[in-house]
């Protein structure tokens, strides 16, 4: 192999790792280097810093140790069978990058993943290390994300949480068939007891000892995954429910969907497709449903074909499948009921409630305080509107079907 | 009619000051004019005087100090006698800080909301470009900054928390920020300086040239988070339009190209990794025992818990204690009895004379069933079906420890064991036999005394389980002695 200039290794690293689709840097503990000894600061929100052309957020140095790789994947860039150009970063190029890059306000920080080289406890010792030296050495305070290897050892998952500020690990399918086919080197109930581990250890170092001394924080901004879409045959009903299940079993901070994209050097095992970003993007909007507003997976699916609407949003979706729950009277309906109406979002639902203490609320309050009333028109009655049978009108749902395209023709 | 022209820094405080004393000489808002900068008024240089003798009475809500603190950086030129408007009202109308749809204050909202974007924007996209010696004791850097508002002096404080180890300067029209040493300054605005390129910024375009996936191309997405305006001052933005431009043909090449063979090296490790496969015949010990547990597929339950709990405990124990299933500290650890009602057990375990270490402890299903809520898992009843399914563990496990005695807590236990749930109640404190006749202590679950929500209630439940098992470990003496 030829030895790579500190360029063309960032090319092919970063090349590498733009398949993981978490770039978040928000809710960790709050530092900052005002003694003047170290460098950078977290102060509870993300920054991101740049978007690309797809755009995603670039909030962090997102690369791959290295992306040689001794798994098989099916969907991945870097497994085995690939003829990627493969390329390995040393641990002091790492940290200079990082420091590099974070120095001219560029990144919040680092997230660091990479190949499988040699053992997966081989792999994780040298992320570990590259961390380990940024906190120790560098006196580096933004933000670290490690991937972590599912397979490597206790100790070194415990060291990844102590300089981290998120871990995480990805279950790459919604089903454990499909990762048994697709990455038949992974194993999920090797990939679930590791999530399990980390929510204990985070929840171990909460604890005080008996001399009321903290342990040490554990990845204070908890952990995460990821999922692939549209590779395999799962529907929405069953990716909505994997999350439920992940949501409540590892105190997961975030389950992401990563639309199957194409990748150089596919494999006939997966044939390639457009992503399916509109499917993505509802998933992510389910998701939001059943974290912030009270939804559960069942409902946004019941009534469907196991599959989200693509054409309009879940929530929407869910209110002209259950009319009979509306209209609704933002003056006197509760919370719950308010979070239910489409256009309402939780800010403005807030917004209603402070303000109908002190007085009527008409069409126009609405508007000013958030609310989309084009969607919300036919589930609310005020003061100056009633839907009157709009609500239960025939064609009601294809008034919000979006105009049809003109087909393009290349 | 009275003017205030406001400092170019330090304006917020200028304006509170003022306003306040304003109000306190009841000078209502259409009387009176203000600006940013200009000569220096009269009445601007005897507020402070005025603000002493008036700091007690003026009550605002803090919601209007933050909403004032903010608007005060905006560019529009009404921003202070918009505040001064809103502030007068406040005097006396009461929940107006909480009404969004009060036209007055929808509008100074979306003006603070302007303001916090244009903050976080700067926030973001300075760009720091490198402009003494790397060697230097503090590294120099540079950056040159046109925000929408005024936004520079509130925002300097986060870059002196975050690059506190390094001398910078952020130079905008309106102000420039220098920090040196440690101490945040400030000097007047400046046109455009001459910052010559870092190198960094190739390796940076690099990053953001192939961190680009060019099969999901989004403009609309990257446009409305990063506007064409601030596209000058980013080194990467240059790359964009080629980017964009490229794209559509990169996707196609991937798909378009056909599969190519794995190379040489991939078989080999792939043969390597696949560990060859042992076949287990009938489970001969415990270990071999716990894997078969943990790969059962018997019932649907193992799709959602993390995995199988097999039982713990010394392979010769003469007493065997099985409870209901993992519950969720249980299915996370992979170990029976270690969440509450585990501790629990433990606690009454030991006042009631039973040795722990030397029993075996298990569970009649050995995989969690739970209903996903939020961010909890909430413990559901196993049914028939998959206790009988599980059924098969339990009795392999009864058959390697062989057990003198077996306690049985709760009633899927006693389904599991005796075939029957009904009456636990009335059944508990007495003994009865497995199928295969080995004896059978049945009492309630200690989960059971956690639900109760009567202290008294559950004192008294506490010490006939506390009864029941003593009563236990006499019978099992016995079964020793005999």
Request: charged share 20%; hydrophobic share 35%; proline share 4%.
């Given at each position: 192999m030829t030895a790579h200039s500190l360029e063309r290794k960032l090319a092919i690293l970063s090349d590498a790792a733009r398949y993981d689709a978490s770039c978040a840097s928000s809710g960790t503990a709050k530092r900052n280097s005002k003694d003047g000894k170290g460098l950078g600061s977290t102060e509870g929100s993300g920054i991101c810093h740049a978007y690309a052309p797809d755009g995603r957020c670039i909030s962090l140095l997102k690369i791959?140790?290295?992306?040689?790789?001794?798994f098989d994947c099916?969907?991945?860039?870097?497994?085995?069978?690939?003829?990627t150009e493969r390329a390995r970063f040393s641990v002091d190029e790492v940290v200079k990058l990082t420091l590099e890059f974070y120095r001219r306000n560029y990144i919040e920080g680092l997230f660091l993943s990479s190949g499988i080289i040699q053992s997966p406890d081989k792999t994780m010792e040298d992320m570990v290390r590259i961390a380990k030296k940024l906190r120790l050495e560098e006196s580096f305070r933004g933000y670290i994300h490690l991937k972590t290897i599912p397979e490597a050892s206790e100790e070194l998952i415990e060291q990844a949480g102590l300089y981290a500020d998120r871990v995480s690990i990805n279950v790459e399918m919604p089903t454990d068939a499909s990762v048994t086919q697709?990455?038949?080197?992974?194993k999920p109930d090797t990939i679930r007891r590791a999530m399990a581990g980390v929510r204990m250890r985070k929840e171990a170092a909460k604890d005080k000892s008996h001399t009321g001394k903290r342990p040490p924080r554990f990845a204070p901004a908890g952990q995460s995954t990821q999922m692939i879409i549209g590779a395999d045959g799962s529907n929405d009903a069953t990716i909505l429910g994997q999350s439920t299940r992940l949501y409540s079993s590892y105190g997961l901070k975030r389950v992401y969907y990563s639309a199957f994209s194409p990748i150089p050097?596919?494999?006939?095992?997966l044939p390639l497709i457009k992503p399916p970003l509109m499917r993505e993007h509802r998933l992510y909007q389910a998701d939001w449903l059943m974290r912030f507003y009270g939804f559960d997976a069942g409902e946004i699916t019941a009534g469907t074909d196991g599959n989200l609407d693509l054409a309009i949003d879940p929530k929407l979706a869910w209110a002209l499948r259950n009319r009979h729950a509306f209209p609704v009277d933002p003056m006197r309906a509760d919370r719950e009921a308010l979070l239910r109406v489409p256009g309402f979002g939780a800010k403005t639902v807030g917004r209603i409630i402070a303000a109908r203490r002190h007085r009527r609320l008409r069409w126009d309050d609405l508007v000013r305080m958030g609310a989309n009333m084009k969607n919300a028109r036919p589930f609310v009655t005020l003061a100056d509107w009633t839907p009157g049978a709009l609500l239960d009108a025939p064609d009601l749902a294809a008034r919000f079907a979006p105009q049809p395209e003109q087909l393009s023709l290349f | 009619m009275p003017h205030v022209a406001l400092p170019h820094t330090g304006t917020d405080k200028a304006w509170r000051d003022a306003a306040r004393g304003l109000v306190a000489r009841r000078v209502p808002p259409d009387e009176v004019t203000w600006s940013r900068g200009a000569a220096e008024e009269d009445l601007f240089a005897q507020a402070p005087e005025q603000v002493a003798q008036t700091r007690a009475t003026l009550k605002v809500p803090r919601d209007f100090v933050s909403l004032a603190g903010s608007v005060v950086w905006h560019r529009d030129p009404e921003r202070f006698a918009r505040l001064y408007a809103m502030l007068w009202r406040l005097r006396s109308e009461k929940g107006l800080m909480e009404d969004r749809g009060d036209a007055a204050l929808a509008k100074l909202r979306s003006m603070e909301k302007a303001v916090h974007r244009d903050r976080h924007k700067m926030t973001a996209f300075v760009r720091f470009r490198e402009i003494g010696a790397r060697d230097l004791p503090r590294r120099r850097f540079a950056a040159w900054f046109e925000p929408t508002h005024f936004t520079l002096e509130p925002t300097a404080p986060f870059f002196a928390r975050r690059f506190a180890d390094m001398d910078w300067m952020i130079a905008t029209p309106d102000l420039t920020a220098v920090f040196e040493n440690g101490e945040l300054g400030f000097a007047e605005g400046q046109p455009k300086p001459d910052i010559p390129e870092d190198a960094t910024e190739e390796l940076w375009g690099t990053y953001f040239r192939n961190i680009f996936n060019p099969a999901r191309l989004k403009v609309g997405a990257m446009m409305s988070e990063m506007p064409k305006k601030y596209w000058k001052n980013l080194p990467e933005a240059r790359h964009i339009p080629e980017m964009i431009a490229s794209a559509g043909a990169r996707a196609e090449a991937m798909q378009a190209a056909a599969p190519t063979l794995p190379p040489l090296r991939a078989a080999k490790i792939t043969e390597r990794l696949a560990a060859p496969s042992v076949v287990r015949a009938m489970a001969d010990d415990l270990d071999q025992l716990r894997a078969e547990e943990n790969a059962c597929t018997r019932c649907p339950l193992y799709e959602n818990a993390t995995q199988a709990v097999p039982g713990e405990g010394p392979r010769d124990a003469d007493l065997m204690v099985v409870g209901e299933q993992p519950g969720d500290q249980e299915d996370l650890a992979g170990r029976p009895f270690v969440g509450p009602a585990g501790q629990m057990f433990d606690r009454i375990a030991r006042e009631a004379g039973i040795d722990r270490s030397r029993a075996f402890v298990t569970n009649a299903v050995k995989h969690f069933k739970f209903a996903p809520k939020g961010k909890r898992r909430i413990h559901q009843n196993p049914n028939t079906g998959e206790i009988k399914a599980c059924r098969f563990w339990l009795q392999s496990e009864i058959e390697l420890v062989r057990p003198k005695l077996i306690l049985s807590m709760g009633g899927t236990a006693a389904e599991s064991l005796t075939g029957s749930r009904k009456g636990i109640l009335s059944r508990r404190g007495t003994v009865e036999e497995t199928a295969e006749g080995v004896p059978v202590f049945l009492t309630v679950h200690p989960s059971y005394l956690l639900r109760l929500p009567d202290p008294a209630l559950r004192d008294d439940e506490t010490e006939k389980f506390r009864a029941d098992l003593k009563s236990a470990q006499a019978h099992l003496e016995e079964l020793r002695a005999s």
């Open positions: 791959l140790m290295t992306n040689f790789c001794i099916a969907y991945c860039v870097n497994r085995v069978s690939s003829n697709y990455a038949p080197e992974k050097d596919a494999t006939a095992k | -």
